[in-house]
């Protein structure tokens, strides 16, 4: 279900675009796996940036990271303003926040049923994991 056609597996492109965002000094910086809680996506990725600036180039990050690999997101929003980027890849979706935004949305207490797994898509964490 990733964007574009890709030899990656769905974890190997969450796991990237994990690794991007980290790159980018992405704070609080987690992964809800959705799959016993919803139908419409497998993966969150949250993320704040303490600047619009630093919000953008997180999502940024994201997405060359993966449009190297022939991923594209199906759906963007909030890109032009920075506060809260949304990124649709099907398998997962990006949520990157200004504080205040990720704050107001709480979107980890939302989703408080879904399981924080976001050791398993950091640092070296083996590409045939399946959280």
């Given at each position: 279900?990733?964007?574009?056609?890709?030899?990656?597996?769905?974890?190997?492109?969450?796991?990237?675009?994990?690794e991007a965002a980290?790159?980018?000094?992405?704070?609080?910086?987690?992964?809800?796996?959705?799959?016993?809680?919803?139908?419409?996506?497998?993966?969150?990725?949250?993320?704040?940036?303490?600047?619009?600036?630093?919000?953008?180039?997180?999502?940024?990050?994201?997405?060359?990271?993966?449009?190297?690999?022939?991923?594209?997101?199906?759906?963007?929003?909030g890109a032009q303003?920075?506060?809260?980027?949304?990124?649709?890849?099907?398998?997962?979706?990006?949520?990157?926040?200004?504080?205040?935004?990720?704050?107001?949305?709480?979107?980890?207490?939302?989703?408080?049923?879904?399981?924080?797994?976001?050791?398993?898509?950091?640092?070296?964490?083996?590409?045939?994991?399946?959280?």
């Open positions: 279900m990733t964007g574009a056609a890709s030899s990656e597996s769905p974890n190997d492109t969450l796991r990237r675009a994990v980290d790159e980018r000094k992405a704070i609080d910086l987690r992964v809800l796996d959705l799959r016993s809680v919803s139908d419409f996506t497998d993966y969150f990725l949250i993320a704040s940036g303490s600047s619009q600036r630093q919000v953008q180039a997180i999502a940024e990050a994201i997405e060359e990271s993966l449009g190297r690999h022939g991923v594209r997101a199906h759906h963007v929003e303003q920075g506060r809260w980027v949304l990124l649709d890849y099907g398998d997962f979706i990006a949520h990157i926040f200004d504080q205040e935004r990720r704050d107001y949305y709480r979107l980890e207490d939302i989703w408080s049923d879904a399981p924080e797994v976001t050791d398993a898509f950091l640092r070296g964490a083996p590409s045939t994991a399946d959280p």
